[in-house]
């Protein structure tokens, strides 16, 4: 009986090791024609300046139209992509390329200028700071899920706190509403309002820093018995050992396990990063957006 649980989990690893080891599949297209028909006037305008941000072979979040024609999406949604392969693809499936990426790390932040001038995007709200109970909402591209349309995220905000990680205080909003990966970088908008007061960022992880330890830890363990293999996107192959396999499957436990607790940046911090990088935007950017 033990050999074979044994045979069936080397088996159901193996199985998963190439469901999840295959080269990562970034969207290349955008269709929300069933969505655009079904809204409203108001959320037209939105999902006008809703964009999803592809780093080509690697990953895939969501970014949004500042009306100074900046666009505004996470750090870690940009990665490691840059102004030669980074692009956005609007609602309407029209791809939009950028010649300058600025990251703002700290805030986990990027400012994209596009390469043409663009026009319809959102307002950052006066005040970023609505009371625990305001229902707001987001437009974004949760888990990449419906084919690749974005999709409405509803919730409330529950509260505020101050995030440390990155060794200075960034004010973050907190909002009951389903996150998911995929919303990273989309704007948190008051309901019914196209104006901006957050930046979704992240979902809440209710697993002790340990579990995350343990998983970094098994997926730097390259040695041992090798159960998997990815093509990489240069066309050399990379293998896996059997604790790698399993930190795969763990993380995505690890990262998708949903709460109703996530978090966005307040706009106020996007206000402070336009500033800061004022000389690298051009001057009717960064006057329109940050002199709030």
Not at 4 to 29: E, F
Not at 201 to 213: D, G, I, N, R, W
Request: charged share 15%; with cysteine; net charge neutral.
């Amino acid at each position: 009986m033990r050999g074979k649980l044994m045979c069936g989990l080397i088996a159901g690893l193996m199985l998963v090791s190439q469901l999840c080891a295959q080269t990562a599949q970034v969207p290349t297209s955008v269709d929300s024609t069933l969505v655009l028909d079904a809204a409203g006037p108001e959320q037209r305008k939105s999902l006008g300046a809703i964009y999803l941000i592809v780093c080509p072979g690697a990953s895939a979040g969501t970014g949004f139209l500042l009306e100074s024609g900046v666009v505004v999406t996470n750090a870690h949604v940009v990665g490691t992509c840059n102004d030669q392969n980074l692009f956005g693809l609007t609602a309407e499936n029209h791809q939009i390329k950028f010649r300058k990426v600025i990251p703002d790390t700290r805030r986990d932040l990027a400012l994209l200028v596009p390469s043409s001038a663009m026009k319809g995007g959102l307002k950052l709200a006066s005040k970023d700071s609505p009371v625990p109970g305001t229902t707001v909402s987001t437009w974004g591209y949760p888990l990449l899920y419906n084919g690749t349309s974005p999709l409405l995220s509803v919730g409330y905000v529950s509260g505020y706190r101050k995030d440390d990680s990155s060794g200075s205080s960034v004010k973050h909003i907190v909002v009951n509403g389903a996150f998911n990966h995929g919303n990273s970088g989309g704007p948190l908008l008051v309901a019914h309002s196209n104006e901006v007061i957050g930046i979704v960022v992240l979902t809440y992880h209710f697993y002790p820093p340990e579990v995350k330890a343990i998983i970094d830890s098994l997926s730097k363990l390259n040695s041992g018995f090798m159960i998997g293999s990815r093509l990489k996107p240069d066309g050399t192959t990379e293998h896996f050992s059997e604790a790698q396999v399993t930190a795969m499957v763990l993380e995505e436990f690890y990262e998708k396990t949903q709460v109703m607790i996530g978090e966005a940046i307040s706009a106020s911090e996007l206000v402070a990063a336009l500033k800061e990088h004022a000389a690298e935007l051009p001057k009717v950017d960064a006057v329109k957006d940050a002199g709030r």
